[in-house]
């Protein structure tokens, strides 16, 4: 099928909220009433086992973006029932989602721990800070990150099993070889050239950027 056949002008497109809603059931009661407006045991205790979360962001222009953000578990902090600290390391300094909560102070938070099937998700209001305090008490190798996102909580719930089981992320069998594709250095230089890389260089390119990987993680 061609994207031009999926356009505007489809009939089968989706347009408002009753016709999405018209199209599936009554919303399960439980996934109504298990939100919550204040971290309890088991939304910290996600927290603090969690070592990597995808950052969910958007610009006031309506640009979207997501990043992946991972740590030692527990790199998020808890700082009370409503508010969260999150730790900004090195990166490649597009700031996507920085500039984003300065334009818009809208999150959506996915916690992610390793071997668990169901996650955790938070929304709320986000603002950037250089609290000398709150960093110092997130370094990692004696370093500390340049500022820390700060989250006030609106929403937290689980979330369940269902895509993660469907993906079978966490069962090895399942579990690609890397070395099917190009390094992510080889790939970018491509992209970026245009011109394949040969394989000699990229090989070398890929070494270089696991010395890089080990010297500025922090």
């Known amino acids: 099928m061609k994207a031009s056949e999926l356009k505007s002008g489809d009939k089968h497109i989706i347009r408002?909220?009753?016709e999405l809603r018209s199209r599936?059931?009554?919303t399960h009661d439980i996934a109504?009433?298990?939100?919550?407006?204040?971290?309890?045991?088991?939304?910290k205790e996600y927290i603090s086992r969690s070592?990597?979360?995808?950052l969910s962001t958007q610009h006031v222009d309506g640009a979207a973006?997501?990043?992946?953000?991972?740590?030692?578990?527990?790199f998020v902090r808890v700082l009370d029932e409503t508010t969260l600290a999150i730790p900004d390391r090195p990166g490649n300094n597009r700031l996507d989602s920085l500039s984003n909560i300065i334009s818009n102070p809208m999150i959506g938070l996915l916690f992610i721990v390793p071997g668990f099937d169901d996650t955790l998700r938070i929304n709320g209001k986000a603002f950037l800070t250089e609290n000398p305090s709150l960093l110092n008490s997130m370094s990692v190798n004696g370093?500390?990150?340049k500022l820390a996102i700060v989250v006030e909580v609106d929403e937290i719930f689980l979330h369940c099993a269902k895509a993660f089981r469907r993906a079978r992320l966490w069962e090895a069998e399942s579990w690609q070889d890397r070395s099917e594709l190009p390094s992510l250095a080889a790939m970018v230089t491509e992209q970026v050239s245009g011109v394949a890389t040969d394989p000699e260089k990229a090989e070398q390119m890929a070494a270089d950027l696991e010395e890089e990987y080990q010297s500025t993680m922090y």
């Open 143 to 145: 370093r500390a990150p």
């Open 16 to 18: 408002t909220d009753s």
């Open 51 to 54: 070592p990597f979360i995808c």
């Open 65 to 74: 973006d997501v990043s992946p953000r991972g740590d030692p578990a527990g």
């Open 32 to 43: 109504v009433k298990k939100c919550l407006t204040e971290l309890d045991t088991y939304s």
């Open 24 to 26: 599936y059931g009554k």
